[in-house]
Structure formats: structure tokens, C-alpha cells
């Protein structure tokens, strides 16, 4: 095969410019850089938050002073340093908004470029979008027509003003501020992000979506997203997430929380495109991100559909607790990777409930000088009787500068279960190709057939609008790799 | 406590080395003499391994460090057996309590190969030790590496030069024979060199139910186009504990096959580092425990393949009955340049009562993109379709269950290159997953009057 059209190939792939890199000017309210106790009291303040909820974060942040970062991840982070980061950083607020036309007209004007208008046309599509920019959440759509079946889906913060019962009845409970590093971090200084509520019995009639963007520069973003679906509720969740184009490189520690009572079932897709940095790995995303999901009740069902294109580093390990007997867990995963971009990513699935089942399909692509690393854990209780797991992880290299690795634990306690694991690396065959050229397609279009091809089993999961993004993102992101 | 006691045991292993150091390292070679001294110093600054480490997080190995146990006053018997498996004709030597006998002095067979004492063999082959011995990577560097480099007195030594080809499998058999909580380090070498071919049968055997702990570390060098075959079985009793170091180094176009058969013992950790160092090399690393009562298998395996066009397969399995525990970390890393690399592992488990647990965790690291690597891993049960098929058929639920646990096993046995060997170890799966103690229990005694044993039903009929 002849070498260079694939030299251009990759040229062309590595000097592809992050599209949605712009930055908006819009007036930007600061909180000073820094993190201690005065800058969590300001951040209370100005979100005019409960006690409760200031206490939790005070106490979120002694603990995180006590930890450090850990360092098992096979990932090579520079030193963070938490003192240079703007904690809290939101578009200034003129007043209280009552309808579109009094958002920021600059403000439509970033989401309308990133596919996402806010306006009415959504309706057409049937998803109602709360779209968080830095730190705050800045409009919500559809809010009557959810709230006509009793759906709760609005910013974090008008959550915990309007239904404070709720909020802290649910706030920690399946990621508490001592689980990790990152997850006291965000506990400690969480700005913003989406409440969701599906009362008992209600199939939510729309896709919920959730847009993040980073825009100013230095500041982290620290949004906070629970899901709550009651007994026998429905729900479909989606998040995007986008950044400017900047050199240096600015940190994401969200945290996902996912409650779904007896015969609920939750679906969360997320279409992740951080600032990946640029081709010498300068500046891009720290992403580290804790999502966690709970099947308390029996028969619930949580779905975690991820596809990951972007971010410098990539840290996450979106899991699953099935404590109800006969509930469902599942995990898609297309991880992308490509220039110096390193992702350690990968799922935990907790089998405490009788019957419970769970299925992983990671699919990692790695091309340039990238690590592309699966972890995963399967654990079984002692009494979680008749669990299954499946799990499949393949990796796919393009070129032969970067690395794909697999850690698979797991851990069975219990005799009855059946587990299987499997995985494959390898990279495109010379044999599928020359298949596609023998038939007149040529390399760059065979690549991109063999690599959507190879994500299908993820790809089909995606809701519909984010599925036709994700093609494009992967189509972006890998056109015509080296074969 | 258990951390007091470790510390404790820590404190001993320093105190005895400063005072014996000298007796110990008498005749030593001068690289042996410094890589003593240098292996201490680690040992003080870094001691045992804890569990925090990832290697040992679910070992339970570290438990079974305590002060009870004796470093230095370990007899040194001589116990004058020999193995007579039916039909199998080996060349044997023996070691007791991690040590030869004092008089025995050095094999050296017809065709050259050189078997006996690594101790002798220091003295006679100076040139060898220098060239060889600590110079192969370790998995993971660790107190019980430098404990045994620092204090090793004794193990075994094969030597097979160029172009020799050993008649007979060498057979290696190590007893525990000592009342008195042996703790025993022993240290070996096996060199085979360019187009050597060897085969070589490790037996470990304890005769009492006393409890033990040995820390064997056997160093492997496989030169050009040679082949090792080499046999692992584990046999020991309940309270002892067996720490089993392997690293090898293979060169162009050799072949290692290892089989590490664990039957019994307490606890056992068995630790296979294989560095592919030469291209066209091809390394079999095949495992088989099957444990019951509250034993412990921990199987931690590392092929480094550091250049291209090299093989390796790992394959590793495992039945659990009653509280028996087992981990298996596979990990294959596949250096940048080290294209057409064929890598395979898996880990299958049959779990088969509610309280045994399994740890297991294949891992592949790769930097390199022209390679077939997979892996894969299962644990569950027999398959009741299975069952009830051969239940339809008239065997009883026992026989049945029987066969196909013995069918899970014969996978890995069957790679036996030994005839005879073969045929002994199937018989003793099949006589230990009928629940008698397979034993080589006692093994000097027994094997003498091999006991015929089949299932009841007639296994050729159907």
C-alpha cells in the first residue's frame, strides 16, 4: 500500500482546528482565584444558598484538604495547581429573566453555533435543553410542558430554592463528598448545574438535554448533575459539552448522581467534546468527572451511553450500584483519542441486588501519540446471587506512536455468578481495506466505514440527535487514520 | 497487629543478616558478594511488601509473615528417596529444607548437563554466576526478592551447554521436612543455552503438617533456538506458605513452556516474569489450581514482549470449592517497536460454593499497533445443559459433575509434553476433584504404589 496519501491523511486529521473553539464576549462575573473557606462562603452567598447546603460544602472541603491527588490513573498529569483557578465565574446577571428575548443576545448566539438554539424550533426535535455556561445555568426550555407531568428539570441552584426537601434528601447519597479526590472538590465548590425529578409512574415525553461550556479562561468548571426517577418513571438525559480554544489548560470536575426507584429506568448519553488542546498537547481539558448511578429499587434500570472525542486528559469511570434484585445495568463506551490526548476511562459495575445483570461494551480508539486506557471493575456481592456480567472492550490503534491498555478487575464473591470478559487490540487489517479499495472506495472513506463500523454497537445506543452528532464528531476526529 | 508483626519479623530478617552476613556470603562470588549487600540495603529501607501495593492488594500472602517463624536454625537433612512415577524416568535430586545435602557434590550427566547445588555450582562455575546470576528482571521489586538475594544458602542448578539435548526430564524435589516453622529461602539457576533443549520437573512436597514459608526464586535463561519445558507441580500441606518467583529471559527463536500445577498448599503465590528478548521467540505459560478449604492461589504473571515478531500465551484455570481463594493478574506489555506480536490470555474459574472468591484481572498494556493481542476471562459454573444431558443419559450427577470438571481441567493438562507425566497428573485431578487428597501428600511414599483409579462408569464408552 502506498504510504503517502496516508502521511497527508494524518497530517490532515492532527492540523483539523477544534471547531467550536471560539470564545464569547459576554460580561463575566469573577469570584477571585483561589480555593478556601471565604471563596465557598461567596459562592454560597451569591448563589443565596440554605445553610444545610453551605455546611456540606465546608464540610466536603476540610475533607479534601486532608486528601491528595491520587496517582494510580495511567495518565500523566502535570501538577494542578488549585490555588490558580477561578472557582466561580458566571455571565453576569442583568435580572431575572422571564423569556428568551431577555437572555444575552451574545449568549443565543454561542448556542446557536453549537447546533443548540434555544428557541422554540427545539420543539420540533422534543428536547428541552438547560444550557450551563461556566458555571451557571442559563436558561431552561420547556419547562411548561414538563411541568404539566410534574417533571422537575431546571438549574441546580433554582432547585435547591424551590424544592430544598428534595435536594437534600437526594444530594451525596450515591457519590458522597469522601468518595474521591475530585468528588470532594466539586462537593466543596459545585456552582451550578441540572436537578432532574420524574415523579412515580411518568415516562417523560422529552429528551432532557444538558449543554456544559467552558468560556472564561483560568476558571474551573464544577457542575453538579442528579437525576431522580421514581418508581416506575422514564427518563432520557443527555449532556454535550464544549470549550474555547485556549492555551492553558483548565480543569472540569463534575459529578453525575443517578437515583432510579423500583422499575425506573434512566438513560444518560453523553456526547463529550472539552477542548482536546492543540496538536503538540498544548492547553485542552482536564476532565475528571464522577458519575455514579444507584438501582435502589427492583427491576430499575440505569444506562450509561458515552461517546468521548475531546478533553486533554479524560478521568472517569461513570459506575453503577445494582442494589435491587432483577435490575439492569448497562455501560456503552466509544472513547476517542487521538495527538497527545490521554483517557483513562472505564465503568464500575457493583452487583449487590439478587438477579442483577450488567453489560460493558468500551470501544477505544487510539491514533498519534495518545493513551487510550480501559479500567474496569465487575464486583459481586457475597449475596447477589445469579448475577451476570458481559463485559467486551476492543481497542483500535491508528499509528504506531500510541498505546492502548486494558485493566478488567474482577471480583466475584458469590458462586452462582457468571461472568465473562473479553477483549481484542489490534488495528485496522490490511485485508478489510484492500477489500474496500478492490470495490473502488478509497482509504480515507474505507477507514471512517471500518471505525463507524467498529463503534456501531455504541453508535445504535445514542438518542437520535446525539447519534447523528456523534458520527460526525468520530468522523471528525478520525477521518482516514492511518490503516 | 498484623502490621507489629510484620515489622517484628522485618526487624529478625535484618538483625540475623547483620550477624550471619558474613558466614553466609564465605565463598561467594564478588558479584554475588555485592548483590547481597545491595539487596539488604533495599530490604531495610523498603522492607515486606504491604498490602497498599497493587500487586498485593489481594494477595494474602503478607498475612502469613510472623515473628514465629525460624530463619536460621534449619536442619540439614538428607532424605534418600527417589520419584518413581510409573513409566517416568527422570534424572533426580533432591533437596530438603531448601538445601543439599553437604556432601552431594554436582551431576554432571553424559551429555554435559550440569544438575546439584547452586552452592557447589558458585564455586565450581564462577564464570557462569558471573555472566548470569541477578541479572533478570523481576515483576515487581520487592522485599521478598531482596530478603532471598540478601540470604539465599541453597537451591538447584541445571546448566545445559550449547547444542545439548537432555535424555531424560530432570526432576527437581523439594521437601519440607522440619518441625520447627521453617522460614527458607532458596535461590536457583537454570541456563540452557543456544539449541539446548531440557526438560525439567519441579516438585514441591511437604511431609509434615507443620507450618512453613519458602521463598523460592529460580532465575531462567533460554538462549538462541533452545526449548525448555518446565513442570511446577505444587503440593504441600495446609499450613504452609510458598512464595515462587520465576524470571526468564528468552532470546531469538527459543521456546519456554511452564506449567505451574498447583494441587495443595496453604497459601500460594506464584510469580512468572518472561522478558522476550530475541525475535521468533515463543513463550507458553500454562497454570491449573484447584483448591479447596480456605487455601489461597495467587498466579501474578508478566511477559514483556521488548521486541517483534514473538508469541505468548497464557492460559491459566482454576475450580474453587469450599472458602478458597484465588487471584490471577496476567499482564502482557508490548514495547513501542515490538510489531507482530501474537498475545493471548485467559483466566477461567469454576467457582463452586458460595464462599469462594476469585480476583482476577488481565491486563494489556500496548504501545505498538501491528499486533493481535486479546484476553479474556470468565468465572461461573457447570453448565447445567451439560449436566442434564449426561444425566439423561444415565450418569449419575456426581459422575457427571466429575466429567466435566475434569474436562475443564484436561485442557491445560493435556499440554504436557511427558507421557508419564501426563498420565500422573490426570490421574491426580481426577482423584482430587473426587475429593481424596491427589496427594503426593507423602509424595516419596505413594507414588511407589500408584493407585489405579478411574470414575466409575467406564469413560472410554462414550
Known amino acids: ?483 | 497487629m498484623e502490621n507489629q508483626n510484620i515489622k517484628n519479623t522485618q526487624k529478625q530478617f535484618i538483625e540475623y543478616a547483620n550477624n550471619s552476613m558474613d558466614k553466609i556470603s564465605a565463598n561467594d562470588t564478588p558479584r554475588v558478594k555485592q548483590l547481597r549487600q545491595d539487596a539488604l540495603k533495599r530490604f531495610i529501607d523498603n522492607g515486606f511488601p504491604t498490602k497498599k501495593m497493587e500487586k498485593w492488594r489481594n494477595s494474602r500472602m503478607i498475612e502469613c509473615v510472623n515473628e514465629d517463624f525460624n530463619i536460621d536454625r534449619i536442619e540439614n537433612k538428607k532424605h534418600d528417596f527417589c520419584c518413581v512415577i510409573r513409566e517416568l524416568d527422570t534424572e533426580a535430586i533432591s533437596l530438603t529444607n531448601g538445601k543439599f545435602a553437604e556432601e552431594e557434590q554436582l551431576k554432571v550427566l553424559e551429555n554435559g548437563i550440569v544438575i546439584g547445588s547452586t552452592r557447589k555450582a558458585m564455586q565450581e562455575y564462577p564464570e557462569l554466576f558471573e555472566k548470569y546470576f541477578g541479572t533478570c528482571n523481576i515483576n515487581d521489586n520487592n522485599g521478598f526478592y531482596d530478603i532471598n538475594t540478601a540470604l539465599w544458602q541453597d537451591g538447584f542448578f541445571i546448566y545445559a551447554p550449547k547444542n545439548t539435548v537432555g535424555e531424560k526430564p530432570i526432576q527437581i524435589i523439594k521437601i519440607i521436612d522440619e518441625e520447627n516453622n521453617p522460614f527458607i529461602q532458596t535461590r536457583n539457576l537454570i541456563i540452557v543455552e543456544s539449541n539446548a533443549q531440557l526438560q525439567i520437573i519441579d516438585c514441591d512436597d511437604s511431609i509434615k503438617e507443620q507450618s512453613s514459608f519458602v521463598n523460592s526464586y529460580t532465575e531462567i535463561f533460554i538462549g538462541e533456538n533452545a526449548q525448555l519445558e518446565n513442570y511446577k507441580l505444587q503440593n504441600l500441606n495446609d499450613n504452609s506458605s510458598l512464595l515462587n518467583t520465576n524470571t526468564a529471559k528468552q532470546l531469538a527463536n527459543s521456546r519456554l513452556q511452564t506449567h505451574t500445577i498447583s494441587f495443595n498448599g496453604g497459601k500460594i503465590r506464584n510469580n512468572i516474569h518472561v522478558d522476550i528478548d530475541g525475535e521468533g521467540a515463543e513463550c507458553n505459560i500454562y497454570g491449573l489450581y484447584l483448591v479447596d478449604k480456605t487455601q489461597h492461589v495467587d498466579n501474578q504473571l508478566k511477559v514483556n514482549h521488548n521486541v517483534p515478531n514473538c508469541n505468548s500465551n497464557e492460559k491459566f484455570k482454576g475450580i474453587l470449592d469450599n472458602e478458597a481463594t484465588a487471584v490471577f493478574n496476567g499482564h502482557v506489555h508490548v514495547a513501542p517497536n515490538a510489531q507482530k506480536t501474537i498475545a493471548y490470555q485467559n483466566n477461567s474459574n469454576i467457582i463452586l460454593t458460595d464462599k469462594a472468591k476469585i480476583n482476577t484481572l488481565p491486563f494489556l498494556e500496548i504501545y505498538a499497533d501491528d499486533v493481535k493481542c486479546s484476553h479474556g476471562s470468565s468465572i461461573g459454573q457447570l453448565d447445567q445443559e451439560a449436566m442434564f444431558y449426561m444425566q439423561q443419559r444415565g450418569i449419575s450427577k456426581e459422575n457427571a459433575r466429575m466429567l466435566l470438571m475434569y474436562a475443564f481441567a484436561a485442557e491445560i493438562s493435556n499440554n504436557i509434553g511427558i507421557d508419564a507425566l501426563r498420565e500422573r497428573i490426570d490421574d491426580m485431578i481426577k482423584r482430587r476433584l473426587k475429593g481424596e487428597l491427589s496427594s503426593c501428600e507423602n509424595c516419596v511414599f505413594q507414588c511407589n504404589t500408584p493407585k489405579e483409579y478411574d470414575f466409575k462408569i467406564d469413560l472410554s464408552k462414550i
Open chain 1, 1 to 483: 500500500m502506498d504510504s503517502n496519501p496516508n502521511e497527508n491523511i494524518i497530517e490532515k486529521v492532527t492540523n483539523k482546528e477544534y471547531e467550536f473553539g471560539f470564545v464569547t464576549d459576554i460580561e463575566t462575573d469573577f469570584a477571585p482565584k483561589g480555593l478556601n473557606e471565604d471563596i465557598i462562603r461567596l459562592i454560597s452567598a451569591k448563589k443565596e444558598e440554605p445553610e444545610w447546603l453551605l455546611e456540606f460544602r465546608l464540610k466536603a472541603y476540610r475533607h479534601w484538604l486532608t486528601i491528595k491527588q491520587p496517582t494510580w490513573a495511567h495518565l500523566n498529569i502535570p501538577p494542578i495547581d488549585y490555588q490558580d483557578i477561578i472557582y466561580y465565574a458566571a455571565p453576569k446577571k442583568r435580572k431575572e429573566l422571564q423569556s428568551l428575548d431577555e437572555v444575552d443576545p451574545e449568549l443565543l448566539d454561542t448556542f446557536n453555533k453549537l447546533g443548540i438554539s434555544l428557541d422554540e424550533q427545539k420543539r420540533l426535535s422534543g428536547v428541552a435543553v438547560d444550557a450551563v455556561m461556566d458555571s451557571t445555568s442559563v436558561k431552561t426550555t420547556f419547562q411548561d410542558t414538563l411541568s404539566k407531568h410534574g417533571i422537575i428539570f431546571m438549574s441546580f441552584s433554582e432547585a435547591v430554592k424551590q424544592y430544598p426537601d428534595l435536594v437534600k434528601k437526594y444530594l451525596g447519597t450515591v457519590v458522597p463528598y469522601t468518595d474521591n479526590f475530585f468528588a470532594a472538590l466539586n462537593s466543596a465548590v459545585f456552582s451550578d448545574g441540572s436537578f432532574c425529578y420524574i415523579p412515580k409512574g411518568v415516562r417523560c415525553p422529552l429528551e432532557l438535554s444538558t449543554y456544559f461550556r467552558i468560556n472564561a479562561a483560568n476558571t474551573g468548571q464544577f457542575e453538579r448533575t442528579l437525576i431522580v426517577a421514581e418508581e416506575g418513571a422514564y427518563v432520557s438525559y443527555m449532556e454535550g459539552c464544549t470549550a474555547p480554544q485556549r492555551d492553558e489548560n483548565q480543569l472540569h470536575a463534575a459529578i453525575v448522581e443517578i437515583i432510579a426507584e423500583t422499575d425506573a429506568e434512566v438513560k444518560y448519553s453523553t456526547v463529550q467534546n472539552w477542548y482536546p488542546g492543540d496538536k503538540d498537547g498544548k492547553g485542552g481539558i482536564y476532565n475528571f468527572v464522577t458519575k455514579r448511578g444507584i438501582c435502589r429499587g427492583d427491576r430499575s434500570k440505569i444506562s450509561w451511553t458515552q461517546v468521548e472525542t475531546g478533553s486533554a486528559i479524560t478521568w472517569k469511570y461513570p459506575s453503577c450500584i445494582l442494589k435491587g434484585d432483577d435490575t439492569t445495568a448497562e455501560f456503552y463506551s466509544v472513547a476517542v483519542t487521538n495527538n497527545y490526548q490521554q483517557a483513562d476511562t472505564g465503568t464500575k459495575m457493583i452487583h449487590l441486588g439478587k438477579n442483577s445483570r450488567s453489560t460493558i461494551i468500551s470501544k477505544g480508539i487510539s491514533a498519534g501519540y495518545s493513551q487510550n486506557s480501559y479500567r474496569g471493575l465487575v464486583r459481586i456481592a457475597p449475596n447477589a446471587s445469579n448475577c451476570r456480567n458481559f463485559s467486551q472492550c476492543d481497542s483500535l490503534l491508528l499509528g504506531d506512536k500510541c498505546g492502548a491498555h486494558t485493566w478488567p478487575y474482577i471480583q466475584c464473591n458469590n458462586d452462582t455468578a457468571i461472568l465473562e470478559h473479553e477483549a481484542t487490540t489490534s488495528k485496522i487489517s490490511e485485508d478489510q481495506l484492500f477489500y474496500c479499495n478492490q470495490r473502488g472506495i478509497d482509504t480515507e472513506k474505507a477507514i471512517g466505514l471500518i471505525v463507524n463500523g467498529y463503534a456501531k454497537d455504541v453508535l445504535n445506543k445514542l438518542p437520535m440527535e446525539f447519534a447523528v452528532e456523534a458520527q460526525k464528531l468520530l468522523s471528525i476526529t478520525l477521518e482516514g487514520s492511518v490503516g
